[in-house]
């Protein structure tokens, strides 16, 4: 197991404007370190068009925090400082009873 780049995840929350609107937000929930394993380049089909996308695999100590994590919140690679590299997390794998991570799958759209 080698923990070896720190990330930082967000959930996603609206919050009201003083004009009666909402504002999208991203507020941190939690940063901790995790085994980041880029896996390579993909295709990600969205309302624009196919766009390329990098793929990966990032593995994070099973606790409370961790369990907590969802599929709508993102996933920024801090290992070199904030803001950090934005992941969209594609999916979470169960962790197996026993093991010391659970394994997230996360992509992220390249610059064209």
Same mark, same amino acid.
């Given at each position: /197991?080698? @923990?070896?780049?720190?990330?930082?995840?967000?959930?996603?929350?609206?919050? &009201?404007? %003083? &004009?009666?609107?909402?504002?999208?937000?991203?507020? &941190?929930?939690?940063?901790?370190?995790?085994?980041?394993? @880029?896996?390579?380049?993909?295709?990600? &089909?969205?309302?624009?068009?196919?766009? %390329?996308?990098?793929?990966? #695999?990032?593995? =994070? #100590?099973?606790?409370?925090? +961790?369990?907590?994590?969802? +599929?709508?919140?993102?996933?920024?690679?801090?290992?070199?400082?904030?803001?950090?590299?934005?992941?969209?997390?594609?999916?979470?794998? %169960?962790? =197996? %009873?026993?093991?010391? @991570? /659970?394994? @997230? #799958?996360?992509?992220?759209?390249?610059?064209?």
């Amino acid at each position: /197991m080698g @923990l070896n780049a720190r990330f930082a995840f967000d959930a996603p929350s609206s919050v &009201e404007t %003083p &004009e009666g609107g909402t504002k999208n937000d991203w507020p &941190e929930q939690l940063e901790c370190w995790g085994d980041f394993r @880029l896996k390579g380049a993909g295709d990600n &089909e969205s309302a624009g068009g196919v766009h %390329p996308s990098m793929q990966s #695999r990032l593995g =994070v #100590r099973v606790a409370a925090q +961790t369990l907590a994590i969802a +599929t709508n919140w993102r996933a920024r690679d801090v290992s070199k400082g904030a803001p950090g590299v934005v992941w969209n997390i594609t999916a979470i794998e %169960p962790p =197996v %009873p026993g093991a010391a @991570l /659970m394994w @997230l #799958r996360l992509t992220t759209k390249t610059a064209a």
